[in-house]
């Protein structure tokens, strides 16, 4: 016996995916200020928490594979945010830091109005279980897609 597909509005997965646009839509006046793309403002608070990170060890905390990484770093360093360096020990490994103006950046970025956390508590979901249940969510469809790969 089949399982008859739900409608759109039923669907779990375009509630997600619609949700990133409109997080992408709401983002952008505050990441235009910064002059950043959402991804690369993504690595940006990565390296802000941990300055000085490996490519890969970026890309593991963004579930994003070098293909997709190595051109945000580039476009990235050729705005002056961050500097790309061979590892001493290992050349293969690439080494990320923050420059001077990827430093001062965060200053800026924590300075302006950032309509996200308005918008999450108008939710009237509490914001710490919408984290908690996104974040079990990607845990299980991530496990999932390992099991099968």
Same mark, same amino acid.
């Given at each position: ?23 992408n839509r709401a983002y952008r006046p505050f990441l235009a200020e910064l002059g950043l793309t959402y991804p690369q403002y993504l690595v940006m ?15 593991? /905390?963004?579930? %994003? ?9 580039? @476009?990235?360093? +050729?705005?002056? #945010? ?9 050349? /293969?490994?690439? %080494? ?9 950046? @965060?200053?800026? +970025?924590?300075? #302006? ?18 984290l908690g249940d996104v974040r079990a969510l990607r845990e299980a469809l991530l496990s999932k897609a390992v099991a099968e790969d």
């Amino acid at each position: 016996m089949t399982t008859p597909v739900r409608g759109l509005d039923e669907q779990i997965c375009f509630a997600v995916y619609s949700a990133a646009h409109a997080f992408n839509r709401a983002y952008r006046p505050f990441l235009a200020e910064l002059g950043l793309t959402y991804p690369q403002y993504l690595v940006m608070l990565v390296l802000w928490e941990h300055d000085g990170q490996g490519v890969k060890a970026i890309g593991d /905390r963004l579930i %994003l594979d070098s293909g997709t990484l190595t051109p945000l770093l580039k @476009r990235l360093e +050729a705005n002056g #945010l961050i500097l790309r360096k061979r590892g001493r020990e290992d050349e /293969r490994q690439v %080494l990320v830091e923050l420059s001077e103006a990827g430093r001062s950046l @965060r200053e800026k +970025a924590g300075s #302006l109005p950032n309509p996200v956390p308005c918008a999450v508590e108008e939710s009237g979901v509490p914001p710490g279980r919408l984290l908690g249940d996104v974040r079990a969510l990607r845990e299980a469809l991530l496990s999932k897609a390992v099991a099968e790969d």
